[in-house]
């Protein structure tokens, strides 16, 4: 082979070139996780619920019945009071021959109730156990008897006002209740 052959390096091969690599990059330091935030001290208030129509109703409805509760007991409690005073100004004494009460002044309605029970026992006496109504016109014990029947009928209708008149004072304490647990109710609504 001649000088030129050797130089040759058409035949030779050549090493291939290899690719240039790249560099790594560099690690990036971690980022730390970034620290959830503590809570309030001071709590936030919770939204109010709006008030509905309903529950203004309820507030009325209330304060009216708590209303009518007041007046009712008071009308009942001063009835009792004047019905009591009026018997005690008639300085009416229950019979000594009554079941109940003998010899004490009328002034509620259970004294009441027993002079009238005692009125009637003595008018049936004086009539022989006949009514006003069937004794005959021209009778002179007709007149006591009359008079017996009207006492009995006044006594009987104080012990009906006695008993309406503490009807009235305890529905009115009903109301007062019931109008203040519908105020309370309201309350807890709002």
């Known amino acids: 082979m001649s000088d030129s052959d050797s130089n040759d390096t058409s035949g030779a ?4 070139p290899q690719p240039r690599a790249e560099p790594e990059p560099e690690p990036q330091p971690r980022a730390e996780p970034e620290p959830e ?4 001290a001071e709590p936030e208030p919770e939204p109010q619920p709006q008030r509905t129509r309903s529950g203004k109703g309820v507030r009325a409805i209330g304060v009216i019945v708590v209303i009518a509760g007041v007046i ?3 009308a009942g409690v001063v009835t ?3 019905v009591q005073q009026t018997l005690s100004d008639e300085h009416i ?3 000594d021959d009554a ?6 002044d009328v002034t509620g309605p259970f004294t009441a109730y027993a ?3 005692a009125i009637e026992k003595h008018a049936e006496g004086i009539a022989d156990g006949q009514t006003y109504a069937e004794l005959p016109r021209d009778d002179p014990r007709r007149p006591a008897v009359m008079d017996a029947s009207f006492l009995r009928a006044s006594l009987y209708t104080s012990v009906v006002a006695f008993g309406l008149a ?3 004072a305890g529905l009115g304490v009903v109301f007062v209740l019931v109008g203040w647990a519908l105020l309370r109710i309201n309350r807890n609504l709002a």
């Open 72 to 74: 009712l007991a008071a």
């Open 13 to 16: 091969t050549q090493p291939e």
């Open 80 to 82: 009792y009071v004047a």
């Open 93 to 95: 004494t229950v019979a």
């Open 166 to 168: 503490a009807m009235a």
């Open 115 to 117: 002079q009238a029970s």
């Open 37 to 40: 935030p503590q809570p309030r």
């Open 99 to 104: 079941d109940y009460f003998a010899g004490q």
